[in-house]
């Protein structure tokens, strides 16, 4: 499949653990953030989305934290499974607002999981 | 529904020449982004179509450039093409709001274009 990054960050956890990646992002003005997932071969796919006037938001097995403060963003995954494995990113949106928008991903996360 | 198709997947380019990738969006999504992905720049956005205009830009130079069709299919173009721009291209359709803004939580990838410059 396409390699989607050399030197990435990883993560390697055990099947039925729960997985944390995290991300920093740049702009403090930054007004909504996606975490999206990339498997071998494939463009990304959406995973869940949080607004900043937010803190946490859950989804199906995933919940993503948003500090702020710190300029930081975490995916935590439950349970995870094989099927997980794959390359995470985290965009923030830097658009003006409206129809305007812009984003910018990190450089993303490899997480592999050991059945 | 059909998802988001990019045609050619892979493509070998020299120096100098130009390329036109092509993108078909997921039925009754109008706006259409392009990104560039890179193992050493990463996921990069390049821009986004709507309503047959560029309506965002990323930092991109003049050398990308695109269109949009009444049908809400895209193209990009890079000219005079450099090593650099070897990469996986992305294109990504969403719908549009009546207030104009992109649903980006319904954003979807294809899966890219896969182009070399030797």
């Known amino acids: 499949g396409e390699s989607v990054g050399l030197h990435l960050p990883t993560l390697s956890v055990q099947e039925g653990d729960n997985s944390i990646i995290n991300c920093a992002y740049s702009?403090?003005?930054?007004?909504?953030f996606i975490w999206y997932k990339q498997e071998s071969g494939k463009g990304p796919q959406f995973i869940i989305d949080i607004r900043s006037n937010m803190d946490k938001r859950q989804g199906q097995r995933v919940t993503v934290l948003l500090n702020k403060t710190v300029k930081h963003l975490s995916l935590q995954i439950a349970a995870t499974q094989p099927g997980d494995s794959a390359v995470y990113f985290c965009?923030?949106?830097?658009?003006?607002?409206?129809?305007?928008?812009?984003?910018?991903f990190g450089k993303g996360t490899l997480l592999t999981v050991n059945p | 529904k059909a998802g988001v198709t990019q045609t050619p997947r892979y493509l070998i380019k020299t120096r100098g020449q130009q390329v036109t990738l092509s993108c078909s969006p997921i039925?009754?999504?109008?706006?259409v982004s392009w990104y560039q992905q890179t193992p050493g720049q990463g996921l990069q956005f390049l821009f986004e179509y709507f309503s047959e205009t560029q309506r965002n830009k990323g930092n991109f130079p003049g050398r990308f450039s695109g269109r949009q069709f009444s049908n809400s299919r895209s193209e990009m173009n890079v000219s005079t093409l450099e090593l650099g721009d070897s990469a996986l291209y992305l294109c990504?359709?969403?719908?549009?709001?009546?207030?104009?803004?992109?649903?980006?939580?319904?954003?979807?990838f294809g899966p890219g274009t896969r182009l070399t410059v030797t």
């Open positions: 702009n403090s003005a930054s007004d909504y």
């Open positions: 039925s009754g999504h109008r706006s």
């Open positions: 990504a359709s969403s719908p549009v709001r009546a207030s104009g803004r992109s649903v980006l939580y319904e954003q979807y």
């Open positions: 965009a923030e949106n830097m658009g003006s607002g409206g129809s305007n928008y812009k984003l910018t």
